[in-house]
């Protein structure tokens, strides 16, 4: 057998793979065979051919930052005219509507605005906890946990430890972006690299935090840029085993500072090709997300026959992706037809992937 079909064996008897098989993959193997073995993966781990979502809303909290990441259109610089932080009674309130409208989890993500201390995101997590106990709170990646502590010259273990006892047990994966430093420092030169980012997130699940992983790419990564940073997400869960999901998605450059050097978005036969090999390699993880928020409802729909499980959330007050001009949200009634459209069965999870409802 061709090395190729040695790999095909190796998936199709639930064996794992190394990381050169997986260069391999998604440099050379066909799309269709991929897509077919990445829904051999998805069913062991979902058999019941049930794809989920949850109800959620994804406002931030200030567009403030300085760490200046050139693949984001959302950060102002402070002092900016058009830079703006919430209250916590802000915060709130916003979280209450989008509870009373159904959302079950508020994403809860912001800058690094140096005028911000703990105290501050101590305060949204108690408050959210107290007022509005059924609305789950996830919230607050390893970038920002990071300038927290920067900025108040703080222990990252205390900062996670604080945040722990104030009531917040879920924490979202954002700021990977790619988890090799060759990438991140010609996209985002100022952010924590790869090394941090994995630190923090030990960390967060030692502490006894669930978090999800991300990875965005489009940008200026390599495929090998790829495989590194799967290769160290799937060492992590080996470890803690308190990934929740894995949500890779795609870079929108329109309003970055990266936008010239990007000559084309990538495709549909690029994302499948991508999301179809996460799935196959990661195979200590039981969702894999399918992105479409970044790669359109149609693409969404296909991306549940790669290997997705999942398909996020309806994403109410998203700013960070309408900033490059990629409006989007969606509803329940939408997520429900998409799925059922694709032939499977839609149900409507929580935040830990446990299932509220189906359709």
């Known amino acids: 057998m061709s090395s190729l079909e040695n790999i095909y064996a190796k998936v199709f008897e639930g064996k794992r793979i190394s990381t050169d098989e997986a260069a391999l993959l998604l440099g050379k193997a066909d799309l269709l065979q991929l897509g077919s073995l990445a829904d051999i993966v998805r069913k062991r781990f979902n058999p019941e051919n049930i794809v989920t979502f949850v109800a959620d809303t994804n406002p931030n909290y200030t567009n403030v930052c300085d760490t200046e990441c050139l693949f984001c259109a959302f950060w102002r610089p402070p002092g900016a005219y058009d830079a703006y932080t919430l209250s916590v009674d802000k915060?709130?309130?916003?979280?209450?509507?989008?509870?009373?409208?159904?959302?079950?989890?508020?994403?809860?993500?912001?800058?690094?605005?140096?005028?911000?201390?703990?105290?501050?995101?101590?305060?949204?997590?108690?408050?959210?906890?107290?007022?509005?106990?059924?609305?789950?709170?996830?919230?607050?990646?390893?970038?920002?946990?990071?300038?927290?502590?920067?900025?108040?010259?703080?222990?990252?273990?205390?900062?996670?430890?604080?945040?722990?006892?104030?009531g917040l047990r879920t924490i979202p994966g954002g700021g990977?972006?790619?988890?090799?430093?060759?990438?991140?420092?010609?996209?985002?030169?100022?952010?924590?690299?790869?090394?941090?980012?994995?630190?923090?997130?030990?960390?967060?699940?030692?502490?006894?935090?669930?978090?999800?992983?991300?990875?965005?790419?489009?940008?200026?990564?390599q495929d090998e840029d790829i495989i590194e940073h799967l290769s160290r997400i799937r060492e992590l869960q080996d470890e803690t085993g308190n990934f929740l999901a894995f949500i890779p998605w795609t870079f929108k450059p329109k309003n970055t500072l990266l936008e010239k050097r990007i000559k084309d978005e990538v495709g549909g036969e690029r994302y499948l090709r991508v999301l179809s090999v996460c799935r196959i390699f990661l195979d200590n993880f039981k969702h894999v997300q399918g992105s479409w928020f970044t790669q359109g409802k149609k693409m969404g729909s296909m991306s549940m026959h790669y290997g997705a499980s999942d398909l996020g959330g309806t994403l109410y007050d998203e700013n960070v992706l309408g900033c490059a001009e990629n409006k989007i949200r969606s509803t329940v009634d939408e997520l429900v037809h998409m799925i059922k459209s694709a032939g499977f069965i839609p149900a409507q999870r929580n935040t830990y992937y446990e299932i509220l409802e189906r359709f």
């Open 176 to 221: 990977a972006e790619v988890l090799s430093n060759r990438a991140r420092r010609a996209i985002s030169p100022l952010k924590i690299d790869a090394d941090e980012w994995m630190k923090i997130t030990r960390e967060a699940h030692l502490t006894g935090f669930k978090t999800t992983a991300t990875m965005m790419f489009g940008h200026l990564e």
């Open 91 to 166: 915060v709130i309130e916003i979280m209450r509507t989008s509870y009373h409208n159904g959302a079950t989890t508020v994403l809860l993500q912001g800058g690094h605005n140096p005028e911000l201390k703990l105290d501050y995101y101590i305060e949204i997590v108690k408050r959210a906890r107290k007022e509005i106990p059924d609305l789950h709170l996830h919230a607050f990646s390893a970038p920002e946990i990071a300038a927290i502590a920067k900025y108040e010259d703080l222990d990252t273990k205390y900062v996670l430890q604080s945040l722990w006892d104030a």
